[in-house]
């Protein structure tokens, strides 16, 4: 079945460290990674998404990388701020699943100023 | 701004009392989605329609529905709600059907007394 691991489940950094998150899928065929973020209340919304033909993507301090081979990819900050602090999200499109998005469980980040 | 909207907020209803959350969107998108997220969980797709297209996910109680009336708005109804149906309920919407972006909207709080 479809599966998306995440890892850590909390992350505590010092303001303007890096934080990494990491995803693995278990469907080879699927082309789509899009990660959330969600604040205390609110709905997901998305910061940077990947597809399948791209290797990396980068928005100013954030960036995803992502290794088809091993069916992983990983959400970057650099230069957190407090603002950073939230759970996380990343998730891939299942092709077999009628390409539905299946979501990772999530990365509490605490960025410490 | 083009958005997702969702109404109530929170809602609070007594157990077994049907209840009815809706969504609508300014986006003009073919794809609506309902998702269930329990506390510090990943969200969990319901359904989705498809323009009228009503899709079900296979794990979905048979107590939760949902009607599409036109492109804007989609609504879910819980039939019998349970202490087990408390949670935020998601709507989210994407141009197209398949590996898309969402767009989330802020969410539903549902308890269930």
């Known amino acids: 079945g479809e599966n998306v691991e995440q890892h850590p489940s909390t992350l505590s950094v010092q303001e303007g460290d890096s934080a990494v998150i990491k995803c693995t899928y278990s469907?080879?065929?699927?082309?789509?990674f899009p990660w959330y973020k969600q604040e205390l209340g609110k709905g997901p919304q998305l910061i940077i998404d990947?597809?399948?033909?791209?290797g990396e993507k980068k928005d100013q301090r954030i960036a995803v990388t992502l290794n088809k081979t091993a069916k992983h990819f990983s959400l970057h900050i650099t230069e957190t701020q407090p603002e950073d602090s939230a759970v996380y999200f990343c998730?891939?499109?299942?092709?077999?699943?009628?390409?539905?998005?299946?979501f990772g469980a999530g990365t509490i980040l605490r960025v410490k100023s | 701004d083009a958005m997702v909207i969702q109404n109530p907020r929170y809602q609070v209803t007594q157990f077994g009392k049907p209840v009815t959350l809706s969504c609508s969107q300014t986006?003009?998108?073919?794809?609506m989605y309902w998702y269930q997220q329990k506390s510090s969980q990943a969200p969990k797709l319901l359904f989705h329609?498809?323009?009228?297209?009503?899709?079900n996910e296979a794990d979905t109680p048979d107590n939760f529905q949902s009607r599409r009336p036109n492109t804007s708005f989609c609504f879910l109804d819980i039939r019998s709600p349970g202490l087990g149906d408390a949670a935020m309920y998601l709507c989210?919407?994407?141009?197209?059907?398949?590996?898309?972006?969402?767009?989330f909207g802020p969410g539903t709080r549902l308890t269930v007394t």
């Open positions: 989210a919407t994407s141009i197209e059907a398949g590996p898309y972006e969402q767009y």
């Open positions: 469907d080879s065929a699927s082309n789509y």
């Open positions: 990947i597809r399948s033909n791209v």
């Open positions: 998730a891939a499109s299942f092709m077999e699943y009628g390409n539905k998005l299946v």
């Open positions: 986006l003009n998108h073919n794809v």
């Open positions: 329609y498809y323009d009228k297209d009503f899709n």
